[in-house]
């Protein structure tokens, strides 16, 4: 098996701790291993016969250095010169994979999702082998605890099938909150991960099917004989990104295949998407406030607030529900509920040309 890292975010929700040098991935929200190095050490056990990391060209010498620890296991870091979302990044991973081994088994994960239960996901992703290697796309559906809105749902076919993998009905967009309540009730449909099992020859296949631009130009991606001597691509891969259209694994791939499968898990997973999940990866103080990277911290009538600190004092007083991140170049303070228009900040502070304060 190969493990195939997506780690090419922006990570701009969890701006200002969250830069375009260091995004989600390459830092630590619950203050001690980053995003991606918990990621890499979890598929450890796995044993894979190599792990290739996907990131932007301005993030690919800060992943090859927090990598660079980890020797059991080849890692390779393959740098995108420009995003053009997860279908060529997972696209060209598989096809320096089939040059070596055609049939190989890909998990394809992101590098900034939280995961409590580690050996749930080791032993989804081996159950889940079994079918990828048999010609299937499989995804991996996120049990539902809530009637969530802010994620993508699989609708899975439960009749007469066990146990699972179950085949997919169909991918949904995020719903509303009445249509998500209507899902948890139902009991077959589960959250999106963006986690996936096929093998390199079957994913290629299907991209040349569905995505034919996008298969075209992988097909002419040339290798010397040594197919792992990646930085030999880099002129080939910079004029193919220049070319390619930006489009989702999801929507150019997996709503269109009829070799989809589901394998519904329960992990204690998060996708991390914004300070207002921290709560779901941190333990809330006696005080019900949940604390990352704190000095000391006062509470005085405050409770339900998300702090990151910088060790620095930080106090509130008076205040419920909010979220205040401190660093060094910059201080968020907003609600809770308003932690998804985080990255309107940095969009304005784009328009300003204040670039001290995003990069």
């Known amino acids: 098996m190969y493990i195939v890292i997506l780690a090419g975010g922006s990570g701009t929700r969890f701006w200002p701790l969250s830069r375009t040098s260091r995004p989600k991935q390459l830092i630590s929200i619950t203050g001690d291993r980053t995003m991606l190095?918990?990621?890499?050490?979890?598929?450890?056990?796995?044993?894979?016969?190599?792990?290739?990391?996907?990131?932007?060209?301005?993030?690919?010498?800060?992943?090859?250095?927090?990598?660079?620890?980890?020797?059991?296991?080849?890692?390779?870091?393959?740098?995108?010169?420009?995003?053009?979302?997860?279908?060529?990044?997972?696209?060209?991973?598989?096809?320096?994979?089939?040059?070596?081994?055609?049939?190989?088994?890909?998990?394809?994960?992101?590098?900034?999702?939280?995961?409590?239960?580690?050996?749930?996901?080791?032993?989804?992703?081996?159950?889940?082998?079994?079918?990828?290697?048999?010609?299937?796309?499989?995804?991996?559906?996120?049990?539902p605890t809530r009637p969530e809105t802010g994620y993508g749902y699989i609708e899975a076919d439960m009749e007469l099938r066990g146990d699972g993998p179950f085949p997919v009905v169909r991918f949904v967009e995020k719903p509303a909150f009445e249509t998500a309540l209507s899902y948890l009730q139902a009991g077959n449909f589960?959250?999106?991960?963006?986690?996936?099992?096929?093998?390199a020859d079957v994913i290629l296949e299907e991209i040349k099917t569905y995505i034919p631009e996008l298969g075209q130009a992988l097909a002419k991606i040339n290798f010397n004989s040594d197919v792992w001597e990646l930085s030999d691509l880099k002129s080939q891969v910079e004029v193919m990104f220049k070319n390619l259209t930006s489009v989702s694994i999801d929507y150019g791939v997996m709503e269109k295949s009829t070799r989809v499968q589901v394998v519904p898990v329960e992990m204690g997973w998060s996708d991390v998407g914004s300070w207002s999940a921290i709560p779901e990866?941190?333990?809330?103080?006696?005080?019900?406030?949940?604390?990352?990277?704190?000095?000391?911290y006062v509470a005085i009538n405050s409770k339900n607030c998300v702090v990151y600190g910088d060790k620095q004092t930080i106090a509130t007083v008076g205040v419920d529900d909010l979220i205040v991140v401190s660093t060094p170049e910059a201080l968020l303070v907003c609600h809770r509920d308003a932690a998804q228009d985080v990255k309107k900040v940095v969009e304005e502070l784009t328009a300003r040309g204040a670039t001290a304060t995003i990069l």
Do not use: C
């Open 190 to 199: 589960f959250w999106n991960s963006g986690m996936f099992l096929w093998r």
């Open 37 to 143: 190095q918990r990621t890499v050490e979890r598929v450890l056990p796995l044993k894979p016969k190599r792990i290739l990391i996907v990131t932007n060209h301005l993030q690919a010498d800060e992943t090859s250095r927090q990598v660079s620890s980890y020797d059991t296991i080849p890692i390779d870091v393959i740098s995108e010169p420009m995003a053009k979302n997860t279908a060529p990044a997972i696209g060209l991973a598989a096809t320096i994979i089939a040059a070596h081994d055609p049939k190989g088994t890909m998990a394809v994960l992101p590098a900034d999702h939280f995961i409590r239960d580690e050996e749930a996901l080791l032993q989804t992703i081996s159950l889940s082998a079994k079918s990828a290697a048999n010609g299937y796309l499989v995804t991996l559906g996120i049990m």
């Open 281 to 296: 990866v941190v333990e809330a103080n006696n005080d019900g406030n949940f604390l990352i990277n704190t000095g000391d």
